[in-house]
């Protein structure tokens, strides 16, 4: 049975709809199983975002807690249908994992153009690693088009398995978002997008469906850990094991 070795989107108490702290996460993630986790906490145009020193500080955190590594990482939010992000200007350079998503209220759901043109800027943005929950049925979107656009600009689509239980219509988009990132070879990272410490590395409901799509494992980054770690690398340019 497939299954995942890291977790790349996990809240904190640091955004205040969170319930656990990094060592509570951490420590759920070596129970679980996993070597590495990224903590990606809400960027500023959520309401709930953390004080913007908080993201300076993560300088502060090591790459390892108790055998786990651990990345430090934002999930930025997409602000227009332009796909201009919310990543704090001065902290740039320090995020080693950046998640772009669209969220309400910050961005109201526009018509499938409007969805669709946000994705398309988004891929223009050298920062952004992953793209976020993108089956979100409000924000609906021509998926064919921006799968093939993800795959030219070398973004990772994330299989978020809480949209299975908490965004509604998620479950058909995100079997549809699969199917394409199958047909055109685009990688995908399986990420749990907990809350609390307890549903880290819970990504059942995505497994399932991507099992029942026969989807590529190869094509899966986060299910061994010398694939994620020459992923990140050629991604950020970063060895996160020196
Ligand atoms: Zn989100
Ligand atoms: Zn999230």
Redesign the pocket.
């Known amino acids: 049975m497939l299954d995942i070795i890291a977790d790349m989107?996990c809240?904190t108490i640091a955004s205040s709809h969170a319930f656990s702290t990094v060592l509570e996460n951490i420590q759920a993630a070596k129970k679980r199983g996993l070597k590495l986790i990224a903590i990606?906490d809400h960027g500023p145009a959520l309401s709930d975002s953390p004080h913007p020193y908080y993201f300076f500080n993560l300088r502060v955190l090591p790459r390892q807690i108790d055998g786990v590594y651990l990345l430090k990482g934002i999930?930025a939010n997409i602000i227009d249908y332009d796909g201009n992000v919310d990543i704090p200007e001065d902290f740039k350079d320090n995020f080693e994992w950046v998640i772009a998503?669209m969220h309400v209220p910050v961005l109201e759901p526009g018509t499938r153009d409007d969805h669709t043109r946000a994705w398309l800027g988004v891929c223009k943005n050298k920062y952004i690693d992953v793209i976020?929950h993108s089956g979100t049925e409000i924000f609906k979107c021509d998926y064919e088009c921006v799968i093939k656009a993800f795959k030219a600009n070398n973004k990772i689509v994330e299989i978020n398995s809480s949209s299975f239980k908490i965004r509604d219509g998620a479950v058909t988009n995100c079997r549809e978002i699969a199917r394409l990132c199958k047909k055109y070879e685009v990688p995908i990272i399986i990420d749990s997008?907990c809350h609390f410490a307890l549903n880290i590395g819970q990504v059942e409901d995505a497994l399932k469906m991507l099992s029942e799509i026969e989807f590529p494992e190869k094509l899966i980054i986060n299910t061994n850990f010398e694939k994620l770690v020459k992923n990140i690398k050629q991604i950020r340019g970063r060895d996160i094991l020196k």
Do not use: L
Request: hydrophobic share 0%.
């Open positions: 989107h809240h990606t999930e998503s976020g997008d």
